[in-house]
């Protein structure tokens, strides 16, 4: 590659778009992704708000503005090891891990059919499992399966390889090292969930019924867990009654010391999952504050007028397991109404804040709260929510940006 060439780091939503922005001006991008497929965090969401439209209709129609764009270059699986250089002329060394299956791969799920070892499923946060042959999601890209060897019970069996009648799976494939030279590098690195096991006073990992918000996605989601089906995961139970927890972690000096923007809406959007799917459920929305800026303040608005769906201003102090249902007993305070509430449900959601994925990068420079600044230096940028928390819409549009900058960079240089 060329120094007439923007590397982008991230395949999630805020990468993608970059990639595809720049590409389709002429210019080439490499676009690197971590995981085996692009998506990041969207293709985990059951559906966006406040259209409550699902992701994947966005997603597929990025990935056919990728597929057949010569300019735009794809690693999954693959890490950057080291950057160095300067603004127009980079060095850059990739790290691609192997798939063990190549490109010949046609997704007849035969390897799976064959394969004796299960591993915990992290699309569904460990809700499931997937054989060690696995095919990442419905509507991964590339769609082509992968081989998690760590999980192969013994690594000398190849039955995977065996029921494959194309001769799609190597198992003799060794990590890749790749150098090439660009002029630009953005960073769309993404998020992470707030590890909810770290605020032992809500329960989770201890109260068998406390579950995050991204856990409600996929339980949410058609190709989920459940089918889509809102159950508690002790005993797979519809659930009549959920609390949502808001701020679990986030405005905490303790924890995230930030707001992390969207999980007011995202709550409000799974309480309308749990409304549709279940017609006499009850939902209790605890928050410290409302926050559904401009054009959402109307979603906020009509998931208000669901009788069925209190809104409690209070922050919650401890989530207890009840003994007598298997559910969970909140101890909270009520700001309005006066003193400490308890309330019963089966089921409690932690609207857990987010994370930055990176936090240290010799090239990078970070603000206080650890996300990377947009202009680390002239050539290197940051977009979505590497940058900032922020929603779908928002980290698009910021992407769109961040592809101007970095051609920006190509043209100076």
């Known amino acids: 590659m060329s120094v007439e060439t923007i590397l982008v780091v991230g395949g999630g939503i805020s990468g993608i778009t970059t990639a595809v922005e720049a590409a389709e001006v002429g210019y080439n991008t490499v676009l690197v992704e971590k995981n085996p497929y692009l998506g990041g965090r969207v293709a985990q969401l059951n559906k966006y708000f406040p259209k409550l439209c699902p992701p994947y209709c966005g997603l597929e129609m990025n990935f056919r503005r990728i597929k057949p764009n010569p300019k735009i270059t794809v690693y999954t699986m693959t890490e950057v090891e080291s950057v160095s250089g300067q603004e127009g002329n980079y060095s850059v060394r990739l790290k691609v891990n192997p798939r063990y299956v190549n490109e010949k791969c046609t997704a007849c799920n035969a390897c799976a059919e064959a394969c004796p070892s299960e591993r915990p499923n992290e699309y569904n946060f460990g809700m499931d499992s997937t054989k060690a042959a696995y095919l990442p999601h419905v509507l991964s890209y590339p769609m082509r399966y992968v081989i998690d060897r760590d999980a192969c019970k013994d ?16 198992l003799n494939m060794k990590p890749q090292t790749i150098k090439m030279k660009v002029g630009s590098i953005v960073y769309a690195t993404g998020w992470n969930p707030y590890d909810a096991t770290r ?8 109260v068998k019924n406390v579950i995050t918000n991204m856990m409600l996605e996929r339980l949410a989601a058609p190709n989920g867990p459940t089918g889509g089906k809102i159950v508690r995961p002790s005993d797979k139970k519809e659930v009549k009654k959920v609390v949502f927890v808001q701020c679990a972690g ?32 009850k939902v209790v929305v605890a928050y410290i504050d409302l926050r559904a800026p401009g054009k959402y303040e109307e979603f906020l608005n009509k998931v208000q007028s669901d009788a069925n769906i209190s809104m409690v201003k209070g922050k919650v102090a401890k989530i207890e397991e009840d003994p007598s249902t298997g559910g969970v007993i909140l101890e909270f305070e009520d700001v309005e109404g006066g003193g400490k509430r308890h309330e019963r449900a089966d089921m409690a959601v932690l609207a857990t804040g987010m994370e930055p994925s990176v936090k240290t990068h010799s090239m990078l420079s970070f603000e206080e709260n650890g996300f990377i600044n947009g202009g680390s230096s002239a050539g290197i940028y940051s977009t979505g929510v590497a940058k900032r928390p922020s929603d779908v819409t928002t980290s698009i549009q910021d992407a769109t940006g961040m592809a101007l900058k970095s051609i920006q960079s190509l043209v100076r240089s």
């Open 199 to 206: 605020m032992e006073n809500l329960g989770y990992g201890r």
């Open 155 to 170: 690594k000398s069996c190849d039955k995977c390889a065996k029921a494959c009648k194309y001769n799609a799976i190597d």
């Open 250 to 281: 986030s405005r905490d000096q303790n924890h995230l010391n930030y707001c992390s923007a969207i999980c007011c809406m995202a709550s409000l959007k799974q309480a309308t999952y749990v409304r549709e799917r279940i017609p006499d459920s």
